[in-house]
Nanobody, 123 residues
């Protein structure tokens, strides 16, 4: 079993920045990748970014110039630095641990999920 706890969400004005954190616990072997997804009201959960154990990153085109994913393996923590936030970035942001099988971009291929953290960007 893996526990994931997100933090760092909040209310920010357009153009502002937030850094989300995802602390992981509960397993001795690390997932092959950790990802961030987001879900806005009335929309499907969408891929934001993922980072493999070796540090390879994949980021959605819609946020690539503004969001950066990183990880601190010693702290078992994954981060999502979000800059130049826009109202369309408003969503619940979820951290997830990849199952080791399938796509890095599909929520269905992630095995464990946090409860999410709300990000609200005002115009």
């Amino acid at each position: 079993q893996v526990q994931l706890v997100e933090s760092g969400g909040g209310l920010v004005q357009a153009g502002g920045s937030l850094r989300l954190s995802c602390a992981t616990s509960g397993r001795t072997d690390s997932p092959d990748a950790m990802g961030w997804f987001r879900q806005a009201p009335g929309k499907e959960r969408e891929f934001v970014a993922t980072i493999t154990w070796s540090g390879i990153t994949y980021t959605a085109d819609s946020v690539k110039r503004r969001f950066t994913i990183s990880r601190d393996n010693a702290k078992n923590t994954v981060y999502l630095q979000m800059n130049s936030l826009q109202p369309e970035d408003t969503a619940i942001y979820y951290c997830a641990a990849h199952s080791g099988r399938g796509s890095y971009f599909s929520p269905a291929d992630y095995e464990y999920w946090g409860r999410g953290t709300q990000v609200t960007v005002s115009s």
